[in-house]
């Protein structure tokens, strides 16, 4: 199969390295971003990293079954992305931060 | 009577289950109608049972259900009702109804009233079931819950350290006979191949096992007796077991419990006739017991412990006439004693009460004219224990001391007649302190003095008309009616030793004469001593002064037992217990423990509680995961 199609410009390839730098630069910054709120927006960043991984495998196979997950998971991330909200308000308001490193009542 | 036999020890059981279970929020202090009406069903079914049993040839045995069943270790809860136990069941329920009843005067107001009824009813149950078995192993079963109820009732007053350490001493004292008897019992287990009497004493009299044998089964049965009948060396706990309440005295550590050694040797008969080596430990054992016990009577204070040394004596007596073979004469003399021995113990309990607790005999004196019916009660049990004729007592250690002598053991016969003379000093040395001379009463007490209630004066009553006429049952020679009913029982036993029926010689009333003297003399020295020159137990104590306290601290043998086998096992105990206890068992568990602290201290830093540490794992876990699936 080639790389280039008349349905697909753009190789598959670069839709590959690019959704990889931003699973990358997602999965950084939840490990090393201390506010829960650009912790939130990194995970949303890796997600969306798989969905763009999606969606070019869905042009590049030619195959509506990716565009299906897509939309799925969108939907759901905005869920998620309430929920995570919400649970960073409580967060808020019980402890006046969201430094997630001040959060360690689980500590052994 | 086999439909009726198991109700004579259930009807008690059943009484204790009630009262204990209801006794302390629900019957009260009306706990004494059920155990009373218990024991006198029992004593009504057990005249039954004496009725129908007279003059049988072969026991009645009930077996209700099998109780172990283990290969060819075969035990039923089986029943046994012979002459002897007809005889024994009759002693148990009949003494223990009156005093039974008397204690309903004796304990009334007491804190733990339905406790003390409760405990009560189940060593009946505990001991009609002792002389009802049909085996050994159910014999060591009474044996031993009629041992943990005097436990239970020595330590009756828990709350003082006395009776405490008194129950736990008696218990362990006779864990030691009890060891010996279990052996036994095993013994005869592994030697006949059964446990029921009746087979066992079939293979003995037919002379199937030898006579090393036997002589092992007996000395180690023996030593159950001596434990629970409290022989020398083993006497020491019941004395100390006078801490119970009276009614307990009277009816565990008089009449019935300290007499199952008694029992349970006559029960065994033919086998000790088969060894007579053993007869003759027996009746040593027993006459150095009766004369030990009786002269440590004579220094004692306390009114109960006079009584307590001379139960331990007057059992002496009776193994004494178990040497020789005078199965018939020991238990008549089990059942005059229980009769004048309760009769004591209630007596001395009234004068107790009367004097609202003081045992002590020094604070006594000049009752005669205060309390007359406990009075003259209490001197018909001293005639009887003295030995005076016509009284229950001169019958039987008469009988006891004629057999005796009959048998050649002039040595015992000697001995025993000095016991005699002395247990008939120390019983009125104990009447004159108690009732003559002048009041050496407290103040207080002085104003309280009270005759007992009716619900004590009537088994006093019954008791001592009991211990004037019973001595009838058991007439010398041909004309005794016990030793005729008894027969059957001991017969192959009399005649593997060649025993024969005998008449009545010259020299037997010559012997009566004899010892009817030397308890007069005994009477008499007491009279002197303690009525007419008061002056002179002090001034003879004075100068027999190292005898003297010999006597009175009991021959050193508590203290013996404390210097020897006490401390070895408290010393040995310590030891283990710092050694052992606590370096290795306490080591292992706390070394356990340290180890995994030790693990938990260096896992904790894993725990930073910041997720990002988590996740990262997370991240690390799922790349190693992949790239080895992926470039494998």
Same mark, same amino acid.
């Given at each position: 199969m080639e790389p280039t199609s008349a349905t697909m410009p753009i190789p598959v390839d670069w839709y590959l390295y690019l959704s990889a730098v931003l699973f990358l630069i997602g999965a950084v910054g939840v490990l090393t971003r201390r506010n829960l709120f650009i912790i939130l927006f990194s995970i949303e960043l890796m997600m969306n990293a798989v969905n763009l991984n999606l969606v070019g495998f869905s042009r590049f196979h030619e195959d509506m079954l990716g565009h299906n997950f897509v939309l799925f998971t969108m939907a759901i991330a905005a869920a998620e992305a309430a929920v995570g909200l919400a649970i960073a308000v409580a967060l808020f308001r019980n402890r006046q931060t969201l430094m997630v490193d001040l959060f360690t009542r689980m500590k052994g | 009577m086999e439909g009726y036999i198991w109700l004579i020890p259930v009807l008690p059981l059943a009484a204790f289950v009630i009262t204990l279970l209801f006794g302390k929020w629900w019957i009260k202090e009306h706990a004494h109608w059920l155990p009373i009406l218990a024991m006198a069903g029992s004593f009504g079914l057990s005249l039954a049972a004496f009725v129908q049993i007279r003059g049988a040839e072969e026991p009645v045995v009930v077996e209700l259900w099998r109780w172990f069943s283990v290969g060819s270790f075969q035990v039923p809860l089986g029943m046994q009702v012979d002459q002897l136990s007809s005889v024994m069941l009759l002693v148990v329920s009949g003494v223990g109804l009156v005093i039974f009843i008397y204690s309903k005067g004796y304990m009334h107001g007491d804190t733990g009233y339905y406790r003390f009824y409760a405990y009560m009813s189940l060593f009946a149950f505990s001991m009609l079931m002792l002389v009802l078995a049909n085996n050994y192993l159910l014999l060591y079963f009474g044996w031993e819950a009629v041992g943990l109820c005097s436990y239970y009732l020595i330590g009756y007053y828990y709350h003082k350290p006395e009776a405490a350490a008194a129950g736990k001493k008696a218990f362990i004292v006779n864990r030691v006979g009890d060891f010996g008897f279990g052996l036994g019992v095993m013994l005869v287990f592994v030697t006949f191949g059964t446990l029921d009497y009746l087979k066992v004493f079939e293979l003995a009299e037919a002379g199937a096992v030898a006579e090393t044998t036997l002589i092992g089964i007996t000395l180690l049965l023996f030593m159950g007796a001596m434990g629970k009948s409290a022989q020398f060396p083993l006497h020491v706990w019941l004395p100390d077991a006078m801490e119970g309440p009276t009614p307990v005295s009277?009816?565990?550590?008089?009449? +019935?419990?300290?007499?199952?050694?008694?029992? =349970?040797?006559?029960?065994?008969?033919?086998?000790?006739?088969?060894?007579?080596? /053993?007869?003759?430990?027996?009746?040593?054992?027993?006459?150095?017991?009766?004369?030990?016990?009786?002269?440590?009577?004579?220094?004692?204070?306390?009114?109960?412990?006079?009584?307590?040394?001379? +139960?331990?004596?007057? @059992?002496?007596?009776?193994?004494?006439? @178990?040497?020789?073979?005078?199965?018939?004469?020991?238990?008549?003399? *089990? /059942?005059?004693?229980?009769?004048?021995?309760?009769?004591?113990?209630?007596?001395?309990?009234?004068?107790?009460?009367?004097?609202?607790?003081?045992?002590? =005999?020094?604070? =006594?004196?000049?009752?005669?004219?205060?309390?007359?019916?406990?009075?003259? +009660?209490?001197?018909?049990?001293?005639? !009887?224990?003295?030995?005076?004729? #016509?009284?229950?007592?001169?019958?039987?250690?008469?009988?006891?001391?004629?057999?005796?002598?009959?048998?050649?053991?002039?040595?015992?016969?000697?001995?025993?007649?000095?016991?005699?003379?002395?247990?008939?000093?120390?019983?009125?040395?104990?009447?004159?302190? +108690?009732?003559?001379?002048?009041?050496?009463?407290?103040?207080?007490?002085?104003?309280?003095?009270?005759?007992? #209630?009716?619900?004590?004066?009537?088994? @006093?009553?019954? @008791?001592?008309?009991?211990?004037?006429?019973?001595?009838?049952?058991?007439? #010398?020679?041909? *004309?005794?009616?016990?030793?005729?009913?008894?027969?059957?029982?001991?017969?192959?036993?009399?005649?593997?030793?060649?025993?024969?029926?005998?008449?009545?010689?010259?020299?037997?009333?010559?012997?009566?004469?004899?010892?009817?003297?030397? !308890?007069?003399?005994?009477?008499?020295?007491?009279?002197? =001593?303690?009525?007419?020159?008061?002056?002179?137990?002090?001034?003879?104590?004075?100068?027999?002064? #190292?005898?003297?306290?010999?006597?009175?601290?009991?021959?050193?043998?508590?203290?013996?037992?404390?210097?020897?086998?006490?401390?070895?096992?408290?010393?040995?105990?310590?030891?283990?217990w710092h050694r052992f206890d606590e370096a290795v068992i306490d080591g292992a568990a706390h070394g356990l423990a340290r180890l995994w602290q030790v693990l938990g201290h260096a896992g904790r830093r894993l725990q930073t509680g910041k997720v990002q540490h988590y996740l990262l794992g997370i991240f690390v876990g799922l790349f190693v995961i992949v790239t080895v699936v992926v470039f494998r």
């Open positions: - | 009277a009816l565990i550590h008089a009449a +019935t419990m300290v007499t199952a050694g008694v029992y =349970m040797v006559a029960r065994s008969a033919v086998l000790f006739a088969s060894a007579p080596g /053993v007869l003759l430990v027996v009746g040593g054992i027993g006459t150095f017991t009766a004369i030990f016990a009786a002269v440590i009577g004579i220094c004692q204070k306390d009114i109960k412990r006079v009584l307590a040394y001379s +139960t331990v004596s007057q @059992l002496g007596y009776m193994f004494m006439a @178990l040497g020789v073979g005078a199965w018939a004469i020991a238990i008549f003399h *089990l /059942v005059t004693h229980a009769f004048f021995k309760a009769l004591l113990f209630l007596g001395a309990g009234s004068v107790i009460h009367a004097l609202g607790g003081e045992q002590n =005999m020094d604070k =006594m004196g000049g009752l005669r004219k205060r309390i007359p019916a406990t009075y003259y +009660t209490l001197v018909a049990g001293a005639l !009887a224990l003295s030995g005076i004729f #016509p009284f229950a007592g001169f019958w039987s250690k008469d009988d006891i001391l004629g057999a005796v002598w009959r048998d050649g053991k002039y040595l015992l016969w000697a001995v025993g007649l000095v016991a005699a003379f002395i247990t008939a000093f120390y019983t009125f040395r104990m009447i004159f302190l +108690t009732f003559f001379g002048k009041s050496r009463l407290d103040e207080d007490t002085e104003h309280h003095v009270h005759e007992s #209630p009716w619900s004590m004066l009537v088994p @006093l009553i019954v @008791l001592a008309v009991a211990s004037t006429l019973g001595g009838f049952l058991g007439l #010398p020679g041909k *004309l005794g009616l016990i030793q005729h009913f008894l027969e059957p029982v001991f017969a192959p036993a009399d005649h593997i030793l060649g025993l024969h029926e005998y008449s009545l010689a010259a020299s037997d009333y010559v012997l009566m004469v004899v010892s009817v003297i030397v !308890a007069m003399l005994g009477i008499v020295l007491a009279w002197y =001593m303690y009525v007419r020159r008061v002056d002179l137990p002090l001034k003879v104590g004075a100068r027999l002064q #190292p005898a003297y306290r010999v006597v009175y601290n009991k021959f050193y043998v508590d203290e013996f037992y404390a210097a020897t086998f006490v401390r070895v096992a408290v010393d040995g105990s310590t030891w283990v």
